[in-house]
């Protein structure tokens, strides 16, 4: 069982998108992530996401976007990690493989991921304080 994230949407998260409770703690990340499926909206484009982390630190992802020309639906595999209480991620192929690490808030059952400090090996989308995922979590791998 692992960590599983599914998401669909328009633009960036707002200001009013913010995370309105505090970050939770390792425990709790690791207890509401790892096993589950995360169903919302990610990235800048606010795509598809179904994101599978198993607690051996593997991760399978299902990316989709429906553009107004074109639909992007990509897999991909990268892996997972704890860094104190922030969830880490690193693609193989989308991003170029790069290194993303969240804050993981939970507000009354919405969920949002939002990136920590942004280095030279974050993804293109990082911005510090940026809410990165907003959704809710489903039991179990949902990934298909």
Same mark, same amino acid.
């Given at each position: ?5 599914? /998401? ?12 309105? @409770?505090? *970050? ?6 690791? *207890? ?14 606010? @795509? ?12 399978? $992802? ?11 639906? &990509? ?9 104190? *209480?922030?969830? /880490? ?8 493989? @790069?290194?993303? /690490? ?9 969920? &949002? $991921?939002?990136?920590?400090? #942004? ?6 989308? #990082? ?18």
């Amino acid at each position: 069982m692992g960590l599983a994230v599914t /998401c669909a949407g328009p633009a960036l998260a707002g200001p009013d998108d913010q995370p309105k @409770s505090p *970050a939770l703690d390792a425990a709790a990340v690791k *207890a509401k992530l790892v096993g589950n499926t995360l169903v919302g909206n990610f990235g800048v484009y606010w @795509s598809v996401l179904e994101a599978h982390a198993d607690p051996g630190g593997a991760l399978k $992802l299902h990316i989709f976007t429906k553009g107004a020309i074109e639909n992007d639906d &990509r897999r991909e595999t990268g892996k997972w990690w704890l860094d104190g *209480a922030k969830i /880490c991620i690193k693609t193989v192929n989308i991003d170029f493989g @790069s290194s993303d /690490c969240f804050a993981v808030h939970d507000d009354a059952g919405t969920v &949002r $991921l939002v990136y920590t400090a #942004c280095t030279a090996v974050s993804s293109n989308n #990082c911005k510090t304080g940026r809410v990165g995922f907003e959704g809710k979590i489903v039991t179990g791998d949902a990934v298909k």
